[in-house]
């Protein structure tokens, strides 16, 4: 099985010699990434740095806000900045049109933005996030399980070419797993994708969903080491 590199971090193959992230791990593992002893360090600081900070500072009410959720990065999970959720909240509003479904696929950010009410149009749309992490749940019906290694196992009350769009941002930045993640996108899809990734892999997402790279840079709440962009299949504001 391939190995998958979190959404900070390429393939190494990917990176130049100079930058190359040293990965490691077993066959009874390798569904896990593995992260340098480097990486790992900066990113268990952030994470407890987080953990103090949501201790010490009353949290929000809001169960949409973006960050209601805790990021888990062991589970590849960096959220979008609150600027870059509307701005693509925004973008997916609008070219669902007024009774519009949208399918956020491993993307809660811009779900959580949807349905807070607060983007012009949120209220003439509908959204539903598919996600592995299943504090997702809390969403209730809005919540769709969904494991990119098995890209086509959803639930029944999901129909083929059911969603006007699907915005999609897969965990890892790997050929495998754009290349299920593309499977699912594919079966929910009536047509508009809008797909969030690594710019390392442009020439493969142009292969399997052809779309073309945006000008708009989406930014996550800390910096990643990859950069990151936004491709669609549709005339768009974002180019």
């Not at 508009?192 to 390392?200: H, R």
Request: with cysteine; proline share 5%.
């Amino acid at each position: 099985m391939l190995q998958k590199w979190p959404r900070n971090e390429a393939a190494p193959h990917c990176l130049p010699l100079s930058v190359r992230t040293k990965m490691s791990g077993s066959d009874d593992d390798d569904d896990v990434p593995t992260l340098s002893a480097h990486t790992l360090a900066a990113l268990e600081e952030f994470y407890n740095e987080t953990r103090t900070r949501t201790e010490q500072e009353p949290g929000s009410t809001d169960v949409f806000a973006v960050g209601a959720v805790a990021e888990d990065w062991k589970m590849s999970q960096f959220w979008y900045t609150d600027e870059t959720a509307t701005r693509l909240a925004e973008e997916v509003i609008r070219e669902a049109g007024e009774g519009g479904r949208i399918a956020c696929v491993s993307a809660p950010s811009v779900y959580q933005k949807l349905k807070q009410g607060v983007v012009d149009g949120s209220h003439l749309v509908t959204a539903v996030i598919l996600e592995y992490d299943r504090r997702f749940a809390a969403y209730g019906d809005d919540f769709i399980f969904y494991d990119y290694s098995e890209p086509l196992a959803l639930s029944s009350s999901v129909p083929e070419q059911s969603f006007d769009v699907v915005l999609a941002d897969p965990p890892y930045l790997s050929e495998e797993c754009l290349a299920k993640v593309a499977l699912t996108i594919k079966y929910l899809s009536k047509g508009k994708v809008l797909l969030c990734t690594g710019e390392v892999m442009e020439n493969l997402a142009k292969e399997l969903l052809d779309v073309r790279k945006c000008s708009f840079h989406p930014k996550h709440n800390r910096n990643l080491s990859n950069e990151f962009r936004c491709f669609v299949n549709y005339p768009s504001k974002l180019l």
